[in-house]
């Protein structure tokens, strides 16, 4: 059953992209929302995850309040998924209408002096649009990828987002995937990593909307060690009209590095300063903050 399982899986994401990729764009948006409507309603451990995150988020708000902001945050989750399939379909004119961008200045001075970029992002918004429009408008975009199950599902995903002029690099299964990344930062180039979360056990506590969490220490880390600038970045998505919508990727100011402590403590301290950059446009665009994983140490509170 689990080989049948996983062939269906499969399956349904290469039908998906050729189906949703052939729809209308407000009919694909309204299906999609009927599908994260249809997951409130059913409840289970995502929801109830993506409850508890966002009630520490918004500590405010009260159960209806909070129910509401649940919904909207499956919505926005499956919207993410609702463009991904659709995103091979646009043209490079689409992918920049749908993106607005702000505080770029920065990143573009260093790029076009010859240094790489490194980037901390939050699960926000819409990543791989971002990272389309980065390869297209900013140049070469090299990330790592969680190694999904079950296989042929990672093969989908790496050769998608490969055809969208990213270079993706495995977490696992190929060798140091830091080792790969420094090899890579040179040269003008864009590393976008996610990092709210800690994937790999090796991630600091950091202060996050009040409370400490585990958040990867990898771009700081990175940054650290190859001298390329680290810029956290966090993504929305805006509305274009009433069944349509975009992104806007903000570029916050650049994080240097203490001039004084050991490897560790300019680790330590820089994760922290990306930290709060991301708080706050997680607690002004909560529902686009795409959490459904532990996060935060003190769990026992909630």
Not at 152 to 175: D, H, K, Q, W
Not at 190 to 213: K, N, Q, S, W, Y
């Amino acid at each position: 059953m689990s080989g049948l399982a996983e062939l269906a899986t499969t399956a349904g994401i290469r039908l998906g992209k050729a189906g949703v990729g052939a729809m209308p764009e407000a009919a694909a948006y309204a299906l999609f929302d009927r599908f994260a409507d249809a997951a409130y309603l059913r409840g289970g451990d995502q929801p109830a995850r993506l409850r508890a995150n966002y009630a520490r988020v918004r500590p405010e708000l009260g159960r209806r309040e909070l129910d509401a902001l649940v919904g909207a945050g499956l919505r926005s989750y499956l919207r993410y998924y609702c463009e991904a399939l659709r995103l091979q379909h646009l043209t490079r004119a689409q992918i920049d209408a749908r993106v607005s961008v702000v505080g770029d200045g920065p990143v573009r001075e260093q790029l076009a002096a010859g240094r790489p970029v490194v980037c901390f992002l939050g699960h926000m918004g819409n990543w791989d649009l971002a990272g389309a429009w980065c390869s297209r408008a900013l140049g070469r975009v090299v990330t790592v990828a969680e190694r999904l199950k079950p296989a042929e599902v990672f093969e989908e995903f790496l050769a998608f987002r490969t055809s969208l002029g990213m270079t993706i690099i495995p977490l696992t299964g190929a060798g140091d995937p830091f080792a790969a990344l420094r090899a890579e930062a040179k040269g003008p180039v864009m590393i976008p990593l996610l990092a709210d979360r800690d994937l790999t056990g090796g991630g600091v506590e950091v202060d996050f909307v009040g409370h400490r969490a585990r958040m990867a220490v990898g771009p700081a880390a990175l940054a650290l060690t190859t001298g390329a600038a680290l810029h956290p970045v966090t993504i929305r998505h805006v509305r274009r009209g009433p069944w349509a919508w975009g992104i806007e990727i903000t570029f916050h100011p650049q994080v240097l590095a203490p001039p004084a402590g050991n490897t560790r403590a300019k680790v330590v301290a820089m994760t922290q300063d990306c930290a709060r950059a991301l708080e706050g446009a997680v607690t002004r665009h909560t529902a686009d903050w795409h959490m459904f994983q532990k996060v935060f140490v003190d769990e026992a509170a909630l």
